[in-house]
């Protein structure tokens, strides 16, 4: 079952959304393929540090984070991938690496990666490593107000 505040808060706007299980999976691109999900497609959600506060990086499955790219986009002096022991208790209701990107629930900005922002639905982990959340991409953006920016490496 989806994250209580996720789901709570989807329901809440009215948002349609679909709820997928699938096999255990960590990865984004594990979990894209376990759930027959289109790797672009599935957002994975990456905690960083950002002038010292927690915010959201999410971008495709298959990418990674440009911290250079991501310290510009957000007019910052500092910007990298935060470790495991600066979030672990931001998400109390989720495995962890298995955030949905609602920074917004969490009082964390969020930067998505302009190519998820193409995509007429998006993907991703709804708390757990076994279930994810597809809503359309305007619902996501509608709600969570998240700053479009180039993340990836390779675009």
């Not at 969490?106 to 076994?130: P, R, T, W």
């Not at 996501?140 to 390779?154: C, D, I, W």
């Amino acid at each position: 079952m989806p994250s209580k505040k996720i789901k709570e808060f989807l329901d809440s706007h009215g948002v349609k959304y679909v709820t997928i299980r699938h096999s255990m999976a960590y990865t984004a691109q594990e979990v894209a393929a376990s759930a027959h999900i289109c790797g672009k497609e599935m957002a994975k959600t990456v905690i960083v540090k950002i002038d010292g506060a927690l915010a959201m990086a999410v971008l495709p499955a298959a990418e990674k984070v440009d911290v250079g790219r991501l310290r510009e986009a957000a007019g910052a002096n500092t910007a990298r991938i935060a470790a495991e022991e600066d979030f672990r208790d931001a998400f109390p209701e989720c495995e962890l690496g298995a955030m949905p990107p609602f920074g917004n629930l969490y009082g964390m900005d969020v930067y998505i990666d302009q190519q998820l922002a193409k995509n007429e639905e998006i993907a991703f982990n709804a708390g757990s490593h076994m279930e994810l959340i597809r809503l359309s991409y305007r619902d996501f953006e509608r709600l969570v107000q998240p700053k479009t920016v180039r993340l990836s490496l390779t675009e």
